[in-house]
């Protein structure tokens, strides 16, 4: 029986039943919160960490009961059966239902001062959608997460663009996104990568995996970066984290009984935006623009 997320502490243990406890969720969107300091050694590696304050936490716990009706239904408690094309067409559904609460908008409103901050100049284009994660326990890389990688291998706008991760479920320490220190400096030419090959992991191109934001043509780094020194992107409860695009990061194998949740998106200076690509999920071009509000 597949655990269904508890938003304010955790996860509900494994068997323990699907009783929808949102009260300190609800407690978290009536405050005010404040921004965390993120200077030293996290924002020097091209990480910085903010605290959700004003209707970016209203928005994480709207988001955060969107999950509970989406995964919370008794009839599909077996959810771990499920196979990956049809458990990729309702992770769609609920990202559907989160986008149209128009999160990446919402966000950069609440945070237009921190992410103009990180990013260096007040007119910011942005990801149209957002990717809402579900990894279920013991799956392996491609099946719902992706592995090691930067943005720009998939993009060449990207090389100036910052991801935007929050965590919707206090994850454990090592069920966390993962990174390797100081890779936001090496050059792209020096990272070599395998090709995988279409298809492999079952996510079909222009299928729902693929709509979720899982890679249909996978690619491997197998050398240029130095994995020996991969850390734990540890974000505490409320928080979100923005960080250098450029930075080798992945999401790891979910080894604990509960499903991992979290929610991205890309943010970039409007000025950079070069290849106006459409986001066939979004049916419309990849980067909006987000001015100051």
């Known amino acids: 029986m597949t655990v269904f997320p508890r938003f304010d502490t955790g996860f509900f243990g494994r068997g323990r039943g699907m009783r929808l406890q949102m009260g300190a969720a609800r407690r978290m969107s009536g405050q005010a919160m404040t921004q965390t300091t993120d200077e030293g050694d996290l924002a020097a590696s091209g990480i910085h960490h903010l605290t959700l304050r004003g209707d970016a936490a209203v928005l994480k716990t709207e988001i955060s009961a969107i999950i509970l009706e989406a995964f919370g239904n008794s009839e599909i408690s077996s959810i771990e059966s499920i196979k990956s094309e049809n458990y990729y067409a309702l992770v769609l559904q609920a990202q559907n239902k989160v986008n149209a609460l128009d999160p990446v908008r919402r966000l950069v409103r609440a945070h237009h001062a921190d992410f103009s901050r990180i990013v260096g100049t007040k007119d910011l284009s942005a ?12 799956r392996e890389v ?47 030419e020096e990272i070599v990568c395998r090709n995988e090959g279409v298809g492999m992991r079952g996510v079909e191109k222009f299928g729902a995996g693929h709509k979720v934001g899982l890679l249909y043509d996978r690619k491997t780094i197998v050398s240029g970066v130095d994995f020996s ?11 979100m984290v923005v960080f250098d695009g450029n930075l080798i990061h992945g ?24 290849n106006h690509s459409v986001n066939f999920a979004a049916g419309d071009a990849y980067f909006t623009e987000l001015y100051q509000p």
């Open 127 to 138: 990801q149209r959608i957002s990717y809402l994660r579900a990894v279920r326990p013991s």
């Open 251 to 274: 999401a790891g194998r979910n080894d604990t009984n509960d499903i991992r949740f979290s929610l991205d998106f890309r943010i970039i200076p409007a000025r950079r935006v070069m």
């Open 142 to 188: 491609g099946d719902e997460f992706v592995d090691f990688h930067r943005e720009s291998l998939f993009n060449p706008d990207m090389v100036h663009a910052f991801n935007v991760w929050i965590p919707l479920s206090q994850a454990a320490t090592g069920n966390v996104l993962r990174y390797v220190p100081g890779s936001h400096h090496i050059p792209d």
């Open 229 to 239: 020194a991969v850390d734990a992107m540890r974000v505490p409860e409320g928080q």
